[in-house]
């Protein structure tokens, strides 16, 4: 017993795979010494993650490097079988392969970074992780009316990126613009209503289209894309019912909803101040008059009993 004991404990393979076990343990132990020490130096958010990313990969990659080692002298006889069985792998594992290719895709060609707002597989959220095989995003609408969380966490596989467009709504101008229509009956004072709902978004959106401005010169240089005007603007449309009003104006891309509420209620509270001068359409029906009923009723006649 005891000789067998000693013939296993100086066995080659055992001793190749307690030191592959060890290098495993001490990569592991420096890339978790590497990351607590960048938490305590590194305050920036985003730097700190990213820098934790970059320590995990090449933790991964010293791993591979330091088994590589243990087993180099194996490795030359097994080539071929190496070779038809990484030919297997590779079929049985291509959206794997196809997740890390866009991983890598992603890394070089800034499709989009944590932080961002995409749509990605069909889903739209903002990113909250990425990593080697899937992107963590935390989703916004399904349920959820306007751009707001519904508590989903949703992880989309990498190879995504090859198979459907995304859709960033933060990348290169964090910026979106929105509409609104406000209807306005016949009659109303358009030149004020005009005025008032001009005066509304300056107040409102002013600030984002001063700050969006210069970021739109920056696409400009960058992309093939016409420079534009992107003041709020008001335009007017007739229609069977009312005159149309389209509110189009800019906003950051995470206050869209708020902005949008900002904006109806100073518009609510500022035609009630024209005292009647600019009213609102509606589809509603509004009875002003009815004709007078003159109803008769005849008795019958016949014989009672």
């Known amino acids: 017993m005891e000789d067998l004991l000693k013939k296993w404990l100086f066995d080659p393979i055992v001793g190749k795979i307690v030191f592959s076990l060890a290098a495993i343990l001490f990569t592991l132990a420096v890339v978790r010494f590497s990351q607590r020490i960048l938490g305590r130096y590194v305050q920036n958010t985003e730097r700190r993650y990213r820098l934790k990313k970059i320590i995990g990969i090449l933790g991964f990659i010293l791993a591979i490097f330091l088994i590589s080692i243990i087993y180099s002298e194996k490795l030359s006889g097994l080539t071929v079988a190496f070779g038809v069985a990484g030919a297997g792998i590779a079929f049985a594992l291509q959206e794997v392969i196809a997740s890390l290719a866009g991983w890598v895709a992603m890394s070089f060609g800034r499709f989009y970074k944590v932080g961002d707002r995409v749509q990605l597989g069909g889903i739209k959220g903002d990113v909250i992780d990425i990593g080697m095989l899937r992107t963590t995003l935390m989703e916004c609408g399904g349920w959820i009316n306007g751009d707001q969380y519904n508590g989903r966490i949703v992880r989309v596989a990498n190879s995504f990126i090859f198979k459907e467009p995304v859709f960033n709504y933060s990348s290169d101008f964090p910026f979106l613009w929105d509409e609104i229509v406000v209807p306005v009956r016949y009659g ?41 005007n992107v003041a709020p603007v008001v335009t007017m449309l007739t229609n069977d019912n009312w005159v149309e009003y389209t ?14 509420d900002l904006i109806c209620e100073r518009l609510l509270t500022r035609i009630h101040e024209t005292k009647g001068r600019v009213k609102l359409g509606s589809a ?15 008795k019958a006649e016949g014989n009672h009993s």
């Open 188 to 228: 109303s004072d358009y030149a004020l209503a005009r005025k008032t709902f001009v005066s509304i978004l300056e107040e409102i959106t002013g600030g984002y289209a001063a700050e969006s401005r210069s970021i739109w010169h920056q696409m400009t240089d960058k992309y093939m894309i016409e420079d534009l």
């Open 247 to 260: 509110l189009r104006y800019i906003v950051d891309y995470k206050k869209r909803r708020t902005t949008k």
């Open 284 to 298: 509603t029906f509004e009875i002003t008059a009815a004709p007078d009923l003159n109803v008769k009723i005849h």
